[in-house]
């Protein structure tokens, strides 16, 4: 069992938790992801890792309670536990592997988008940490679904808000700000990581390709085993099959076929839609009760 040892609500239906898991705080570097298995009858749910611990042995993950699973996962309280906790999955992040002194040199901007924002930080904390510069625009709805921002900005060189409604920072969304930094503000960069919800992610690369500016994008498609086998994560990068599980999350966003993605993400929406309403109904016969 992996005990809960911290909950905190960080805006509406998003809730971030510190989970005592050693082996995986030891192990987990930028990039990489865990999944979580709330009970007995609960699915595996793939969250990305938003901070990790070693010396404490926990790992915050970020969850925003969307379908029947994180709903699920939502009433657990500190104190509580988790039957599974299994990473942590996938390739880190590229930049772990290169060499610290030429990557002083890169001008690399991260591009988070909401949720999103949660997997950027652990990336950009790694920098921090061995001295490389990095620019963050993150983007919001609104004001109230700004997250992990003081995080963030101890860490980041510059960040840079913005919402869609304008009701905090940059007015628009964060394809219209790495515009505005790049066309009016005489910014340069050499490589883009754009972590959010797929359209963002597609939007962000195609802007970038007209910047001429690298991008990585780290996808999360639908998942279930995780581990390569079941073919659920499957997307095309450059014309060939990959896994997302195994062989990303991190890809080549001038590569990615993201209608496809899109599509097939869409797909398992309708699925979590009708089991919801299922789930809904369930509580309801039950008298509201779990
Ligand atoms: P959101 O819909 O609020 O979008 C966040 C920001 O992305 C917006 O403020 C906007 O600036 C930008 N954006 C959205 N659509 C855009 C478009 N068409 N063009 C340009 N920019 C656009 O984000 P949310 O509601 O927090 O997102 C939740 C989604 O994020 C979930 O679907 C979740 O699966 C996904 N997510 C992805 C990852 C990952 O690893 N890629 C991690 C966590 C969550
Ligand atoms: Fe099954 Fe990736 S989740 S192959």
Redesign the pocket.
């Known amino acids: 069992m992996f005990k809960i040892v911290e909950k905190e609500i960080l805006a509406p239906n998003i809730f971030s938790m510190d989970i005592l898991a050693p082996r995986v705080a030891a192990s987990a570097k930028p990039g990489q992801f865990v999944i979580v298995i709330a009970d007995e009858t609960g699915e595996r749910v793939p969250l990305t890792i938003c901070d990790y611990d070693a010396e404490k042995g926990t790992v915050q993950i970020v969850v925003q309670s969307m379908g029947s699973s994180t709903k699920k996962m939502a009433v657990y309280e500190k104190g509580d536990s988790f039957k599974d906790f299994v990473g942590p999955l996938g390739v880190p992040s590229e930049f772990v592997n290169e060499d610290l002194e030429e990557l002083k040199k890169k001008k690399i901007l991260f591009v988070a988008g909401g949720v999103g924002t949660a997997p950027v930080y652990p990336q950009v904390k790694w920098l921090h940490e061995r001295g490389v510069k990095v620019d963050v625009i993150m983007g919001a709805k609104t004001k109230d679904l700004v997250i992990l921002e003081d995080k963030l900005r101890s860490v980041a060189d510059n960040l840079y808000v913005a919402t869609d409604d304008g009701s905090y920072g940059f007015h628009g969304l964060v394809t219209n700000y790495i515009e505005e930094l790049v066309n009016n503000q005489g910014k340069e960069y050499d490589v883009c990581i754009a972590i959010g919800p797929m359209i963002m992610m597609k939007f962000v690369a195609l802007t970038t390709k007209k910047l001429n500016i690298k991008t990585i994008v780290s996808l999360n498609p ?13 997307v095309t990068v450059g014309n060939e099959t990959k ?4 062989d990303g999350p991190e890809f080549d966003g001038h590569l990615v076929d993201f209608d496809e993605a899109l599509k097939r993400q869409g797909q398992y929406k309708t699925e979590e839609v009708k089991k919801d309403h299922k789930h809904h109904e369930n509580c309801v016969f039950n008298g509201g009760a779990k």
């Open positions: 639908i998942m279930v085993d995780g581990t390569g086998m079941c073919g659920a994560c499957r896994f997302a599980c195994v």
